[in-house]
Structures are given as structure tokens and as C-alpha cells.
């Protein structure tokens, strides 16, 4: 969760940036439009990242893996919207990317856990008395 709450103040801090970028007079049309598309893509991630919070709060990990895939893909059309990779948003979209990685890994471990003990993800498992057996012995 923390690292979903820092991509989103990320997601945050690029978007204050694209916001203000698409308001200088001496930009170019076209990075002008980059910028807007990526605004768009931007309020999609943001959106992305509280659905993957609402989905990991409800103990849905999968359906967390999901929205942050979506919210990695709109960072990515961001960036293929915006020429050039030394601009801010490019270098800040790369923080980005690294803490919805770090979410992603972590979410699919858990659900890897869940699943090799033998419940659905996000259900709790109480140990039987099988498991306990060979430690009493």
C-alpha cells in the first residue's frame, strides 16, 4: 500500500507539472497536444491507483494486478505522447513506473502465497490440527 500511496503523489506531482507546461505560450502545438493527451492519461492513472487500493482493501489482489497494469499503461501512452525522454515528466514518470512495479511484484507474491497454501486470494487459512501434528511429535 505505501508504495501505491507514493506512485499516486507521484502521479500527482507529474500531472501539477503537465498542467502547467500546457499553459506556456511559447510551447510547440504539437508537444502542447502530447501534453494534453497526456493530462488525460494522467487523471486515468491517478483513478487506476485508487481502484488498485479499493481492490487490495477488499482483498481482491488479482483485480489489483489488474487496474495497476492499466495505470503502467497509461504512464507508458504519457510518455509516447511527449517526443523526448530528459523532459521532467519523462524523468518523473519513471519513478512512476518503478513504484507501480514494486506494487505489482509485491501483489502477485501475495497472491502466489494464497494460492500455494491453498485458499483463494485474500481469504485467511487457520492452520488444522494436521499442521500442527508434526511439531507435537
Given at each position: 500500500m505505501i508504495s501505491l500511496k507514493v506512485a499516486s503523489a507521484n502521479a500527482t506531482g507529474i500531472l501539477t507539472e503537465?498542467?502547467?507546461?500546457?499553459?506556456?505560450?511559447?510551447?510547440?502545438?504539437?508537444?502542447?497536444?502530447g501534453l494534453a493527451d497526456c493530462k488525460a492519461t494522467l487523471l486515468d492513472a491517478e483513478s487506476q491507483l485508487e481502484d488498485t487500493m479499493a481492490a487490495l482493501l477488499s482483498k481482491s489482489k488479482q483485480d489489483a494486478q489488474v487496474w495497476l497494469k492499466a495505470a503502467l499503461a497509461a504512464i507508458d501512452t504519457c510518455d509516447a505522447s511527449i517526443p523526448g525522454d530528459d523532459d521532467i515528466i519523462s524523468k518523473q514518470s519513471v519513478v512512476f513506473r518503478q513504484l507501480c512495479e514494486i506494487a505489482v511484484a509485491i501483489s502477485k507474491a501475495m497472491t502466489k502465497d494464497s494460492q500455494a497454501l491453498g485458499q483463494a486470494p485474500?481469504?485467511?487459512?487457520?492452520?488444522?490440527?494436521?499442521?500442527f501434528r508434526p511439531l507435537l511429535n
Open positions: 503537465v498542467k502547467l507546461m500546457i499553459n506556456d505560450p511559447d510551447l510547440n502545438p504539437g508537444i502542447q497536444q485474500g481469504q485467511a487459512q487457520v492452520p488444522s490440527q494436521q499442521t
